[in-house]
């Protein structure tokens, strides 16, 4: 048996061929190790998606390296796979124009830094937390749990609005009384529900706006702010609580009304 093994491994092509697999088994992992290190080495001065794909990119290099010393061991030239390389990059970049130009808005978006993993963001009717910022996409998970990918390129396009980019955020409530109300009396009501609710912040305090005469209403906008946590609550106990407060009180919430007059022909 060793005979046989010492044979074999006398033989240069299978020998070579052997060579160029240990080649690629090494490669990976030292690509592994390399990733890792990349991610020790960097992890106090970067962002956690620049970690991440300064990793990939690291592990992808070493690994493109050793598969290269690979095939040059099996025979391959490397000049020939590097003009196979570059002639296919060339048509790959013909055929591949959408996946360039996200590559390059992903670009963008890591030197510009609009958001960060876990940010909370709105791109066109979409909102949901970052999970993924990569060269060609961001991932996104909605609030009811859905994936969305949104190509970079889109990103760059389109408005996008960090919903968590700030540590408070302000609450924006319109809303109208009949006129009949005392717009002073609604004004304390107001301020005194926002002063109840806990998730309310006192600085910057709550803000009452009287925004003037509607069509069926005094119309108003209360805004009141909340930590940026805690905003999604806010919004829900802030409905609720005006509602019981005005019903305690009397005051009336109107609804669009119209009058309709009919008149005979004859009439006129």
């Known amino acids: ?17 052997l060579l160029a697999i240990l080649s690629v ?14 991610e020790k080495t960097f992890k106090s001065n970067f962002s956690q998606h620049h970690i991440v794909l ?21 025979g391959f030239s490397l000049s020939v796979i590097l003009g196979a ?27 510009e830094k609009p958001f960060q993993l876990g940010d909370t963001i709105k791109v066109g009717s979409t909102i949901g937390e970052v999970l993924s910022i990569d060269l060609l996409s961001v991932k996104l ?21 960090n919903l968590t980019r700030f540590p408070i955020r302000r609450f924006d409530l319109k809303l109208g009384v009949a006129y009949k109300e005392n717009i002073r009396q609604v004004r304390e009501l107001l301020l005194q529900v926002a002063d109840n609710n806990p ?13 003037g005469f509607g069509e069926s ?10 930590k940026r946590e805690k905003f999604r609550e806010l919004r829900n106990t802030l409905h609720e609580d005006i509602k019981v407060a005005f019903d ?15 008149t005979h022909a004859n009439d006129k």
Request: net charge neutral; charged share 10%.
């Open 1 to 17: 048996m060793a005979d046989f093994i010492l044979t074999w491994l006398q033989h240069e092509q299978l020998r070579n061929i």
């Open 25 to 38: 088994i090494l490669g990976f992992l030292i690509a592994s190790i390399a990733a890792r290190a990349v």
């Open 54 to 74: 300064f990793k990939r990119l690291v592990y992808w290099l070493v690994l493109a390296l050793f598969i290269a010393s690979a095939l040059n061991q099996v």
């Open 85 to 111: 390389a570059g002639v296919l990059s060339v048509a790959i970049g013909f055929a591949s124009q959408t996946s360039a130009s996200n590559i390059i808005s992903g670009l963008f978006l890591i030197g």
């Open 141 to 161: 998970r909605t609030f009811d749990n859905l994936f969305v990918r949104i190509p970079n390129e889109s990103l760059i396009k389109s408005e996008v609005t």
């Open 199 to 211: 998730l309310s912040l006192d600085d910057p305090a709550p803000v009452f706006m009287f925004l």
């Open 217 to 226: 209403s005094l119309d108003i906008q209360f805004s009141v702010w909340a």
């Open 248 to 262: 305690a009180a009397g005051i009336e919430i109107p609804f669009p009304q119209r009058s309709v007059i009919l």
